[in-house]
């Protein structure tokens, strides 16, 4: 994760260690038949209101890899990052609502600045209907984002996959815990960090 520290993903070496425990959930999605396969999206469930959540990565001793064991469906005028989700044209085609892509906390183009970092090949590959995998990138916004942020769910949406394979993944995220602040409203301490390695998940069509 060391390349990230040069975008302002890593928080203050003044941050404690992380003991946060961040865990995913995977919701089924009814597309009504509109496209082939199911859809699912896939969540990071903070531990508390305000938590943030600024990149989703993959490196040498922690690699990343989204895949199924059927091509993702990808839509013509979609996109691997959701913020190439073009909210005009959801309403004109209903099955762009259902294209594969990745995410912090933002379903498409809408107050998204969501990107990418050392992810141009494996996202071209992945919009290709293939894999999503690297061992050194990640996608990410700034922590001062409003995506960033956990809601009161605590959920912090992270991907649409769409396949009629098999979906599972093996991710990594980072972040920090909310702000803490005195009666003035000045910061308490130092956040502490949040990493979280190993996170796996599949997709299964409720029964």
């Known amino acids: 994760m060391n390349k990230l520290l040069t975008l302002g993903l890593a928080l203050a070496a003044t941050a404690s260690a992380s003991a946060q425990l961040v865990r995913l959930e995977v919701d089924y ?4 038949g509109k496209v082939p396969g199911d859809t699912y999206r896939v969540y ?6 305000g938590d943030i959540l600024d990149a989703v990565y993959g490196e040498a001793s922690a690699a ?14 979609g996109g691997a990052l959701s913020a190439d989700i073009q909210r005009y044209d959801t309403t004109l085609d209903e099955t762009l609502l259902y294209d594969s892509w990745v995410t912090i906390g933002a379903e498409d183009n809408y107050m998204n600045a969501v990107s990418g970092f050392i992810m141009e090949d494996a996202l071209t ?3 290709q209907g293939n894999e999503l995998a ?4 990640a996608w990410f916004v700034t922590p001062d984002k409003r995506q960033a942020a956990a809601g009161p769910s605590k959920r912090i949406l992270l991907m649409q ?3 009629q394979g098999e979906i599972s993944g093996l ?3 980072h972040g920090r815990t909310k702000a803490v602040l005195d009666s003035e409203g000045n910061p308490v301490g130092a956040p502490e960090v949040i990493q979280s390695e190993g996170l796996t998940f599949v997709c299964q069509r409720p029964r």
Do not use: C, R, W
């Open 134 to 137: 690297t061992s050194d990138g």
């Open 161 to 163: 996959l769409t396949s």
């Open 29 to 32: 999605i009814d597309n009504m």
């Open 64 to 77: 990343l890899k989204v895949s199924s064991t059927k091509p993702f469906y990808q839509h013509p005028k």
């Open 125 to 127: 590959v992945f919009d």
């Open 171 to 173: 991710i990594n995220l």
């Open 44 to 49: 990071a469930v903070m531990e508390n209101e």
